[in-house]
């Protein structure tokens, strides 16, 4: 079998050695483009999934045609199913959770991507290879920009507001979050014995929005004993 870029054979040093470069390669853009974002998983992770799945591909080629005569029916897309499949659980490592914001789920799936993108370098595949590379980092780092311009970035927050009711109107509270933010949810908890209130309101914020005008708003109606935002 003959390479298609380097015209020898697939098990040939120079075969083998441009294939991996190619696949370190497109790892190191889309680590670059991740580590710019402050992400996780930067350059060398994504330059060592890009290796170990262009040298397994490479393995579970090479293998059925160094033992054809033992095995003559061998499938070389075996091995590259289980990186596939196992490379998910290393993804989920790049997932993180701030309070009720998840993180690194596009961290993750560029992870899982890069592994595939190894696997078709690995495989001989230059054109798609480099095809999925180009795509793949202009989808982290372009359409990211095209997103934030069409899309308001909104955090989910936690609101949770403890007053007594001697103080403050639960009514005029809830008036005000519900003016302010865009909440989803709203929990209510009284403590008996002093007469407090304690709400909680899951909403989302635009990136840009006033945390401390939202609680000069809730202080103006009465004594607050305590305002957190998480």
């Not at 580590?35 to 060398?44: C, E, F, V």
């Not at 997932?95 to 078709?120: D, E, Q, V």
């Not at 290879?129 to 899309?151: A, N, P, Q, Y």
């Not at 899951?202 to 004993?225: A, P, W, Y």
Request: aromatic share 8%; hydrophobic share 50%; net charge neutral.
């Amino acid at each position: 079998m003959i390479d298609s870029l380097t015209k020898l054979p697939i098990d040939a040093f120079a075969t083998i050695l441009v294939r991996v470069l190619a696949a370190v390669l497109a790892g190191f853009l889309i680590g670059f483009e991740r580590a710019t974002h402050s992400q996780p998983a930067g350059i060398r992770t994504h330059m060592a999934l890009a290796l170990g799945a262009c040298g397994i591909m490479i393995m579970s080629i090479m293998l059925p045609v160094q033992f054809a005569h033992v095995t003559p029916n061998g499938d070389p897309g075996r091995m590259a199913a289980q990186v596939i499949s196992g490379i998910g659980f290393l993804g989920a490592g790049a997932i993180m959770r701030y309070g009720f914001t998840i993180k690194g789920l596009t961290t993750a799936a560029s992870m899982w991507t890069t592994s595939g993108i190894g696997l078709i370098f690995g495989a001989g595949l230059y054109i798609l290879g480099l095809i999925c590379t180009l795509m793949l980092v202009f989808i982290l780092h372009f359409v990211d920009i095209i997103e934030s311009w069409l899309l308001k970035k909104r955090n989910v927050r936690v609101i949770t507001v403890c007053f007594n009711e001697k103080d403050a109107e639960t009514s005029d509270v809830i008036h005000i979050l519900k003016d302010n933010l865009d909440v989803k949810k709203f929990s209510f908890n009284e403590i008996i014995e002093s007469g407090d209130v304690v709400i909680e309101a899951n909403c989302k914020m635009n990136t840009d929005q006033s945390v401390r005008e939202i609680f000069n708003k809730l202080k103006s109606i009465g004594d607050m004993k305590s305002i957190k935002i998480e």
